[in-house]
T-cell receptor, first 112, second 113 residues
Framework: DADVTQTPRNRITKTGKRIMLECSQTKGHDRMYWYRQDPGLGLRLIYYSFDVKDINKGEISDGYSVSRQAQAKFSLSLESAIPNQTALYFC???????????FGPGTRLTVT | AQTVTQSQPEMSVQEAETVTLSCTYDTSENNYYLFWYKQPPSRQMILVIRQEAYKQQNATENRFSVNFQKAAKSFSLKISDSQLGDTAMYFCAFQNRDDKIIFGKGTRLHILP
């Protein structure tokens, strides 16, 4: 089984809808991250969490919110989806001091 | 603020040849990590190689090696004996003590048969 899983893997939604992307990990890592990938822009950090009670904004947090329900779960929400949020979204985890992040398989989100 | 620049949006090389992907970065920190990630068409992000800034020796992983020039803030990736399976997007990335990673915009590499 994969160490970092994301659901759904693909999603098409309409403008204005609320949508949640979920990430779960079995690596026992404290640190979790949400990234967005757009063609030609690489990956950009949306939010990150260093433990259950710690949530931090990344480079592009506007229009997004997150919830760290447990050490193993970190969800990303789009309260009112808009077309320019169409992108590939990655969850990642890391262990304190390891300086290596482990990525989930990605969720392709399309907002029409 | 740290930045990572990959100046080659796309490259193509023949199978079995050697190819070098360029990366430069900007930081005022002295201790940090540098990475190369590979993203094949499956879109999975795969760590190829990493380099600790305090280590002078260039990292090597089988056919993959880096040329780390700390003073020049340069971190290039060399792929020797390139294979068709090396076709992918390659991202250079910088990580500081805050544990946040900053990615370059990527280089799309095509290995031609």
């Amino acid at each position: 089984d994969a160490d970092v899983t994301q659901t759904p893997r693909n999603r098409i939604t309409k403008t204005g809808k609320r949508i949640m992307l979920e990430c779960s990990q079995t690596k026992g890592h404290d640190r979790m991250y949400w990234y967005r990938q757009d063609p030609g822009l690489g990956l950009r950090l949306i939010y990150y969490s260093f433990d259950v009670k710690d949530i931090n904004k990344g480079e592009i947090s506007d229009g997004y919110s997150v919830s760290r329900q447990a050490q193993a779960k970190f969800s990303l929400s789009l309260e009112s989806a808009i077309p320019n949020q169409t992108a590939l979204y990655f969850c990642a985890t890391s262990d304190f001091g390891s300086y290596e992040q482990y990525f989930g398989p990605g969720t392709r989100l399309t907002v029409t | 603020a740290q930045t990572v620049t990959q100046s080659q949006p796309e490259m193509s090389v023949q199978e079995a040849e050697t190819v070098t992907l360029s990366c430069t970065y900007d930081t005022s920190e002295n201790n940090y990590y540098l990475f190369w990630y590979k993203q094949p068409p499956s879109r999975q992000m795969i760590l190829v190689i990493r380099q600790e800034a305090y280590k002078q020796q260039n990292a090597t992983e089988n056919r993959f090696s880096v040329n780390f020039q700390k003073a020049a803030k340069s971190f290039s990736l060399k792929i020797s004996d390139s294979q068709l399976g090396d076709t992918a997007m390659y991202f250079c990335a910088f990580q500081n003590r805050d544990d946040k990673i900053i990615f370059g915009k990527g280089t799309r590499l095509h290995i031609l048969p």
